[in-house]
């Protein structure tokens, strides 16, 4: 860092020989910096650090070993000890850790959307207004994490992603699950409000970019406030009574069959709800949705 010095204070006259003793550097040293002043390692390394800063960027939550399997993905070689020391010299820190000598965690991040719900979970149309969030359960191996997206008009899970990693792909892929399936049934989505609380997931760029693919409209609760999103934490907490908690389950793949089984055959098609007028999701968009169009 100190040799660009020296070559400008050569460029304005001032010897190298008197700036090299000055700063206790060897000529030597400088002279083949300033042949070649980036190395093929410097050069590599600093590839390197892009990629891990924009793991960082896209999932905050990721420790330093987790970072180094996005850059390895992205192409780059590098063993464990390096990538902790450039995340450390770049201080990526997850937001679930604390570096040593700092005082506290990281606070959370600022919204990336204003509450537009304001906790009115009302819809008069379907696509209206969607909900989102993630919960996650153990498995004998390991974590599996379930992104739902839930349209308040007829409570029906439009959309959802179930992966053995909370990365910002597990929101995106939820949400293109959502806009693939209303798009398949000929529903536009252009302008519905997608609400969530402000997990690093759903304030991602990746997830982001995405929102303003399909023309959506992203809206935000608040910290440490349910309530926010108390619709969809609902759904949740069935879902942890009549699968999550049954039973223990030994693998991820008993367990993400078991999610998509009461999803799609028990809470869609035969659990009838009081505010959908004793009728399920599925049936509540077919014959309400059908009289509402017949009627206009």
Known sequence: MTYPLVRELAADGVPVTVTCRVLKL????YYRWLAN??????????Y???ALFDAHRDDPEFG???LGDEARDAGHSACDRTMWRLVRDGRWWS???KPKGTKGGKKPGPPAHDDLVRRDFTASEPNTLWLTDITEHPTGEGKVYLCAIKDVYSNRIVGYSISDRMKSSLAVAALENAVARRAIEG???AGCIVHSDRGSQFRSRKFLAALRRHDLVGSMGQ??????NAAMESFFALMQKNVLDRRRWTTQAELRI???TWIERTYHRRRRQARLGRLTPIEYEAIITTQVALAA
Do not use: C
């Open 26 to 29: 060897a000529r030597q040293a």
């Open 37 to 46: 002043p980036v190395t093929a390692t410097e050069l590599e390394q600093a």
């Open 48 to 50: 390197l650090a892009n």
């Open 64 to 66: 330093y070993r987790l």
């Open 95 to 97: 937001v679930f850790g």
């Open 187 to 189: 529903r536009e989505v």
């Open 223 to 228: 910290v440490a406030s349910a309530g926010d």
């Open 258 to 260: 078991a999610i998509i």
